[in-house]
């Protein structure tokens, strides 16, 4: 029984180390910043990059909506991309770091309105249309 245990967590730490390697690599694709909320990779792919990053077909992606919400008197953004098939992606949280580029530990409503702004216009550039919803 001692054995099962063992051999579980062993097997647990390996799937976690793979996971975190497999983190660092799309980290480093991105360039290896933490703040980049968006990478717009050359085969038409957009990679979003909060927490785990994921990449998207921009062909597919009807719009992205905005929003923000607060907690105890500090506010986050979030935003979800909604594809042309009607689906929805997993909410993204971001806040004031992406355009200050390091750690923002408190978060007022008028960074979290900039930060938007920063995000919309680098997908406006791009023809993404994206608003913000309440």
């Not at 785990?52 to 009807?62: D, G, H, K, N």
């Not at 408190?106 to 919309?120: C, D, P, V």
Request: hydrophobic letters at 45%.
């Amino acid at each position: 029984m001692v054995y099962v245990l063992i051999g579980i967590v062993v097997l647990i730490t390996l799937l976690a180390i793979i996971l975190i390697a497999g983190m660092s690599k799309k980290a480093k694709q991105s360039g290896g910043n933490p703040f980049v909320v968006f990478e717009f990779l050359p085969n038409g792919q957009l990679m979003v990059c909060t927490g785990f990053p994921v990449t998207y077909e921009i062909s597919s992606i009807r719009n992205i909506d905005f929003s923000l919400f607060a907690n105890r008197r500090n506010y986050s953004g979030t935003f979800r991309i909604i594809f042309r098939d009607g689906k929805k992606s997993r909410p993204f949280i971001f806040d004031y770091s992406v355009i200050v580029r390091k750690n923002v530990w408190f978060n007022t409503r008028q960074n979290i309105e900039q930060a938007t702004e920063y995000l919309m216009n680098e997908l406006k550039a791009r023809n993404i249309y994206c608003r913000i919803v309440h």
